[in-house]
């Protein structure tokens, strides 16, 4: 099961998270403060997203993040911000999380932001095997890594979420929605063309011959088609 910490100090609002993400069922582990949570961290390695309210009575949300991140670059971080915050603060103090709500949320909201990091972090779905191989290609879905021939091609994280998509599904045409939402999110509301920016950039990567790409095709007016 996905392990996911809250750490809030305000008991109805950790409550009201609590019920609603064991409903959408994840494994949560509670903390009340900054030092309960890396306590708590430090004993559940297997936690897979941290949720971080950002006034604690000991100390402050951000601390907790930059503790985490000393240790583990891997850990999806979304923190808990108030309205009054002023944004351009903590924007400013973002660095190490990766998404953050705004109080009040719902819980929609919340389970879609986890969810989306889970899937980003390769932390979704049965791994059924460390290793995918297939034609020139061999993903380590451990290490996160992917070879060509031997030779280990460097990629954003979208970049090997997008490939590893394609590697679970060879042969299958995916259209471009079908992509974003596997790969941003289904939340994601950004257009469409980020995918094939993506696509572009992995070509460069991946390909023999950019000008006739044979692993990654294009299903005209659909999507793309992973061909290895
Ligand atoms: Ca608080």
Redesign the pocket.
Known sequence: MKKVLIM???LNIRSFVVINLKRAGYDVIEAGTGQEALELLAQYPDIGVAIL????PDMDGFEVCRRIRATNKQMGVIMLTARTQEMDKVTGLMTGADDYVTKPFSPAELTARIDALFRRLGGDSVVVADVLAQGPFVMNTLNHTLEKNGVRIRLTQVEYAIVKLFMQNPGRALAREEILSAVWGREYEGELKIVDVNIRRLRIKIEDDTANPVYITTVWGFGYKWGA
């Not at 309210?53 to 604690?56: A, K």
């Open positions: 809030e100090d305000e309210d950002i006034m604690l």
